[in-house]
T-cell receptor
Framework: GAGVSQSPSNKVTEKGKDVELRCDPI?????LYWYRQSLGQGLEFLIY????????KSGLPSDRFSAERTGGSVSTLTIQRTQQEDSAVYLC???FGTGHHGDTQYFGPGTRLTVL | GESVGLHLPTLSVQEGDNSIINCAYS??????FIWYKQESGKGPQFIID?????DKRQGQRVTVLLNKTVKHLSLQIAATQPGDSAVYFC???????????FGTGTQLKVEL
């Protein structure tokens, strides 16, 4: 079946502009995650949605970052007033959301954001 | 703070040899560990996982070893192939949460 998809694949923006990144999870997955990967670095957790529960926003680096998930499916990560340090690959993952070990997270290809 | 890290940033092996990628973790409360493979331009791909009540788990050509005494995790790839060239990340979960904490990654290069 289809995997996690993300759009756009690449985004170049100017400092100070707002950007929206989209994630379409695997059908049937109730859990959705956003991570950020800076060049040559590991993945940094940003936010996690599970069903209708309040999202875990503990990884968001500043109040310029926000995310929503509409209808329990598609998610949008918004970065307001982008800064050059926001340049990174933004990865989305989804899982069945059982909460158990072995609830594998499947990743999308990511959106490469470049802030000039 | 708590962290998961890797000993070697780059590992070069000859095709056909076995590869060993290492990972150190510092959170003794972590009870589940995963290895991911990331090819250039793609998202991480699940390889194998292991729970803290185990010390070894085998998959197809891969084996994960967990040493809780020294908080060390390793991924062994048998008969390494060119298609194994990628960055490998270890990740951990702590308690009942779903959030993954990733290490910085090891670049595996397979030489022909």
């Amino acid at each position: 079946g289809a995997g996690v998809s993300q759009s756009p694949s690449n985004k170049v923006t100017e400092k100070g502009k707002d950007v929206e990144l989209r994630c379409d999870p695997i059908s049937g997955h109730t859990a959705l995650y956003w991570y950020r990967q800076s060049l040559g670095q590991g993945l940094e957790f940003l936010i996690y949605f599970q069903g209708n529960s309040a999202p875990d926003k503990s990884g968001l680096p500043s109040d310029r970052f926000s995310a929503e998930r509409t209808g329990g499916s598609v998610s949008t990560l918004t970065i307001q007033r982008t800064q050059q340090e926001d340049s990174a690959v933004y990865l989305c993952a989804s899982s069945f959301g059982t909460g158990h070990h072995g609830d594998t997270q499947y990743f999308g290809p990511g959106t490469r954001l470049t802030v000039l | 703070g708590e962290s998961v890290g890797l000993h070697l940033p780059t590992l070069s092996v000859q095709e056909g040899d076995n590869s060993i990628i290492n990972c150190a973790y510092s959170n003794s409360a972590s009870d589940y560990f995963i290895w991911y493979k990331q090819e250039s331009g793609k998202g991480p791909q699940f390889i194998i996982d292991i729970r803290s009540n185990m010390d070894k788990r085998q998959g197809q050509r891969v084996t994960v070893l967990l040493n809780k005494t020294v908080k060390h995790l390793s991924l062994q790839i048998a008969a390494t192939q060119p298609g194994d060239s990628a960055v490998y990340f270890c990740a951990e979960k702590t308690g009942g949460g779903n959030k993954l904490t990733f290490g910085t990654g090891t670049q595996l290069k397979v030489e022909l």
